[in-house]
């Protein structure tokens, strides 16, 4: 393993920890390439049982939660160089 792959491996480390601390947890991780993930999605089956018990005065809350609490995903990638690109997916 060169110095290179080394340095380049330390830097998405760093770039990793870095997200971590901001509240993102590691999806998944590979030696070039990390995915990310911030928040959590909606629970549908307690929304459902909400909706039917009040009679479907929860959907509309339901409806809102859907689009404001959807993950925020990121893709850390280690280019050629060392270099670690940020790719936000939405």
């Known amino acids: 393993m060169s110095t290179d792959e080394n340095n ?10 870095s997200e971590v601390a901001a509240g993102f947890r590691v999806e ?3 030696d070039a390439q990390a995915v990310l993930v911030k928040g959590t999605g909606v629970n549908h089956m307690l929304q ?3 909706s039917l018990v009040t009679c479907g005065a929860w959907a ?5 939660m ?4 959807k993950p925020k995903r990121l893709i850390l990638t280690l280019d050629e160089f060392g270099n670690v690109l940020r790719q936000e997916i939405k």
């Open 8 to 17: 380049g491996r330390r830097n998405l480390a760093n770039a990793i920890t």
């Open 28 to 30: 998944s991780q590979t």
């Open 48 to 50: 459902l049982v909400l």
């Open 60 to 64: 509309i809350v339901w409806a809102i």
């Open 66 to 69: 859907y689009f404001v609490a």
